[in-house]
């Protein structure tokens, strides 16, 4: 899996010692020049793991936020895994919804990436996000990695 790839010139992770900065993740794919928009745009494993029903009512109205959701939440584990580290050493996350009423359905998907306990968490609403209105949610994380462990894990 790719890591979170910036859309403008910004980097989309840094190290300050032993801590892992993330910038804010998207669901935006710049190397297939795709805005994720709903099941059809991850994974089939991604989609029957969120509970694709193949009933249109109901998925196009849960599988835009359960897809940007996903896809946002690996893309943050990718790049805590290239940085060395791994999802269970994020301790922050900062969500930015475009609608709060998306949340609960985030929340189920947070839950797949983090079995064990959850990080600390702001949830935030927010007017709009770039690039367009298609963008949902987007998510900043902090991850703990001594510089020592990142490198036994490489």
């Given at each position: 899996m790719t890591i979170a790839q910036p859309l403008a010139r910004y980097a989309a992770w840094r190290r300050a010692g032993d801590f892992i900065y993330l910038s804010g993740v998207i669901a935006v794919d710049p190397a297939?020049?795709?805005?994720?928009?709903?099941?059809?745009?991850?994974p089939p494993e991604a989609r029957a793991l969120l509970g694709e029903t193949g009933e249109f009512s109901t998925d196009?109205?849960?599988?835009?936020?359960?897809?940007?959701?996903?896809?946002?939440?690996?893309?943050?584990?990718?790049?805590?895994?290239?940085?060395?580290?791994?999802?269970?050493d994020v301790f922050k996350l900062v969500q930015y919804f475009r609608n709060l009423d998306h949340f609960p359905h985030y929340s189920r998907v947070r839950k797949l990436f983090f079995a064990g306990e959850p990080p600390a968490?702001?949830?935030?609403?927010?007017?709009?996000?770039?690039?367009?209105?298609?963008?949902?949610?987007?998510?900043?994380?902090?991850?703990?990695?001594?510089?020592?462990?990142?490198?036994?894990?490489?």
């Open positions: 297939r020049s795709l805005i994720v928009k709903g099941y059809a745009d991850i196009i109205k849960e599988g835009p936020i359960l897809a940007q959701s996903w896809f946002v939440l690996d893309r943050v584990r990718a790049t805590v895994e290239a940085a060395g580290g791994q999802m269970g968490s702001t949830v935030v609403e927010v007017s709009a996000m770039l690039p367009t209105a298609d963008i949902l949610v987007e998510v900043e994380a902090t991850a703990y990695v001594p510089l020592q462990a990142s490198k036994g894990r490489g």
